[in-house]
């Protein structure tokens, strides 16, 4: 099965902050990567797909890019609404998750 | 606007077998479009991808958890089912159901969610 590392597991920024967070792959996924958002007691939400487009209703502070191994979602200024819980998701043979990236306000 | 909603007891004995349900509105679960997946995420944990249906019924799982998963479809109650068998204090998590575009390699639409707890 495919490994996702994502890292940092903790990031603590401030509103206003540019923050990168980062997920790699045991072995090469072509660009079958996907970010989640998850605040408490929700499932997850869906940010970005294919590595690096915008779902529909994704403010355009989330961007995502990579191909291969390595894959990085980055938000360009913190909103304090972006607070929670980031996984990453590939799909090959089938589904797995990064242990996710839990941003924190500063 | 498609809406998946989790269904099924809160509490389960350690050794038996955890039953879930998924009513899918808004949306035919008979589309072969999409399928249909379990996902779960233990207290304080990531995410874990348990298995997947298409509406033809074919099963796809999660190699770890394999041995005692049965996910199943019923399309005349547009609905799909989740069985996991020999439970344990392990399996205590939050069950979501969720489905994906058979094009996509994500999940858009996710359930609410549902706890099972596994306990005596």
């Known amino acids: 099965d495919i490994q996702l590392t994502q890292s940092p597991s903790f990031l603590s920024a401030s509103v206003g902050d540019g923050v990168t967070i980062t997920c790699r792959a045991s072995q090469g996924i072509n660009t079958y990567l996907a970010w989640y958002q998850q605040k408490p007691g929700k499932a997850p939400n869906l940010l970005i797909y294919a590595a690096s487009t915008l779902q529909s209703g994704v403010p355009s502070r989330f961007s995502g890019s990579g191909s291969g191994t390595e894959f990085t979602l980055t938000i360009s200024s913190l909103q304090p609404e972006d607070f929670a819980t980031y996984y990453c998701?590939?799909?090959?043979?089938?589904?797995?998750f990064g242990g996710g990236t839990k941003v924190e306000i500063k | 606007q498609l809406q998946l909603q989790e269904s099924g007891p809160g509490l389960v004995k350690p050794s038996e077998t955890l039953s879930l349900t998924c009513t899918v509105s808004?949306?035919?679960?008979?589309?072969?479009?999409?399928?249909w997946a379990w996902i779960r995420q233990p207290p304080g944990k990531g995410l874990e991808w348990i298995g997947s249906i298409y509406y033809s019924g074919n099963t796809y799982y999660n190699p770890s958890l394999k041995s005692r998963v049965t996910v199943s479809v019923d399309t005349s109650k547009n609905q799909f089912s989740l069985r996991l068998s020999s439970v344990t204090a392990a399996d205590t998590a939050v069950y979501y159901c969720a489905r994906r575009e058979r094009w996509a390699k994500h999940y858009h639409y996710w359930g609410l969610g549902t706890l099972v707890t596994v306990s005596s």
């Open positions: 808004g949306g035919s679960i008979s589309s072969s479009s999409y399928f």
């Open positions: 998701q590939q799909l090959n043979t089938y589904p797995t």
